[in-house]
């Protein structure tokens, strides 16, 4: 009697611990799941854009970018500036707060992808920032001529080190 009691407390002790660890991985993956939209596609989300954790990619607006530390506010918009659409395309509003600066690629016309929450308010609130190097850096485009300026030889460097220039002593 006293061996069975004891198997039903076991199994009990086993279920609980078991459900609660399933319900804890099955709400630490809807909290970190995110979707990738556009600015675009954000604006015809609804509802929903207020409940998901995002991550939304556009281009820095150029002379958007205002910096107080690892406190960041800039305007994404869906296009380059450079871009005929770019005057027409849609732009969103970021508030970047993260526990680092943003990545030194971060500048005017980088493309960017921001983590993080849509607030009511109409801003994107990003915990997380992540940029593209600038399009310069990219190769050309066939039958266009090479951007790439040549590498220059490092002054510093040589093909005889000091070492080996001095004479040895016997």
Same mark, same amino acid.
Request: with cysteine; hydrophobic share 30%; proline share 8%.
């Given at each position: 009697?006293?061996?069975?009691?004891?198997?039903?407390?076991?199994?009990?002790?086993?279920?609980?611990?078991?459900? =609660? !660890?399933?319900? *804890? $991985?099955?709400? @630490?993956? &809807?909290?970190? %799941? +995110?979707?990738?939209? =556009? !600015?675009?596609? *954000? $604006?015809?989300? @609804?509802? &929903?854009?207020? %409940? +998901?954790?995002?991550?939304?990619?556009?281009?820095?607006?150029?002379?958007?970018?205002?910096?107080?530390?690892?406190?960041?506010?800039?305007?994404?918009?869906?296009?380059?500036?450079?871009?005929?659409?770019?005057?027409?395309?849609?732009?969103?509003?970021?508030?970047?707060?993260?526990?680092?600066?943003?990545?030194?690629?971060?500048?005017?016309?980088?493309?960017?992808?921001?983590?993080?929450?849509?607030?009511?308010?109409?801003?994107?609130?990003?915990?997380?920032?992540?940029?593209?190097?600038?399009?310069?850096?990219?190769?050309?485009?066939?039958?266009?001529?090479?951007?790439?300026?040549?590498?220059?030889?490092?002054?510093?460097?040589?093909?005889?080190?000091?070492?080996?220039?001095?004479?040895?002593?016997?």
């Amino acid at each position: 009697m006293k061996s069975s009691k004891n198997n039903l407390r076991i199994g009990i002790a086993v279920a609980i611990i078991l459900g =609660t !660890i399933g319900w *804890l $991985a099955s709400s @630490g993956y &809807k909290s970190s %799941k +995110s979707y990738y939209v =556009t !600015i675009a596609e *954000l $604006a015809g989300m @609804g509802d &929903k854009a207020y %409940k +998901s954790n995002l991550r939304v990619e556009g281009f820095v607006q150029p002379g958007s970018i205002e910096q107080n530390g690892t406190h960041v506010t800039f305007m994404l918009n869906e296009f380059e500036s450079h871009n005929p659409k770019a005057p027409n395309g849609r732009v969103l509003k970021v508030s970047y707060k993260g526990s680092e600066p943003p990545p030194d690629t971060f500048k005017d016309d980088s493309q960017a992808l921001a983590v993080g929450t849509y607030g009511r308010d109409g801003m994107f609130h990003a915990n997380e920032l992540q940029a593209k190097c600038a399009s310069k850096y990219a190769p050309g485009q066939p039958g266009q001529p090479n951007q790439a300026q040549p590498m220059t030889p490092n002054k510093t460097a040589s093909t005889s080190t000091p070492a080996a220039a001095a004479p040895t002593a016997n």
